[in-house]
Nanobody
Framework: QVQLVESGGGVVQPGDSLRLSCTTS????????MAWFRQAPGKEREFVAA????????NYADSLKRRFTIWRGSPENTVYLQMDSLGSEDTAIYYC????????????????????WGQGTQVTVSS
């Protein structure tokens, strides 16, 4: 069983930055393609960013690629999401997701492809 634990959410002001973390076990970390999604109140879950299991490719939602950065740290068994210039539109629950094997070339932006999900971490941007 793969467990994903997110952390780093909180309440920030517009223009601030925040870094989210998603940690899993060392045993499975190198086998997982991973991603971040988010869901705002009353909206569907949307893709944020994804990264392959070895970190050689990334993918971003077009509207976020200039402000968000995803990377993975092997010693920490963690995938990070750096979020800069945050605005109220970024307020959402952020979820980490992972998959071992998918049908097409990773990284994946489709949430239905991901097998494992974390519990989510709340990000609130408010003045």
């Amino acid at each position: 069983q793969v467990q994903l634990v997110e952390s780093g959410g909180g309440v920030v002001q517009p223009g601030d930055s925040l870094r989210l973390s998603c940690t899993t076990s060392q045993r499975v970390f190198s086998t997982l393609h991973m991603a971040w999604f988010r869901q705002a109140p009353g909206k569907e879950r949307e893709f944020v960013a994804a990264i392959t299991r070895n970190g050689d490719r990334t993918n971003y939602a077009d509207s976020l690629k200039r402000r968000f950065t995803i990377w993975r740290g092997s010693p920490e068994n963690t995938v990070y999401l750096q979020m800069d210039s945050l605005g109220s539109e970024d307020t959402a629950i952020y979820y980490c997701a992972a998959i071992m094997f998918g049908p097409v070339r990773p990284p994946y932006s489709q949430p239905y492809l991901y097998e494992y999900w974390g519990q989510g971490t709340q990000v609130t941007v408010s003045s």
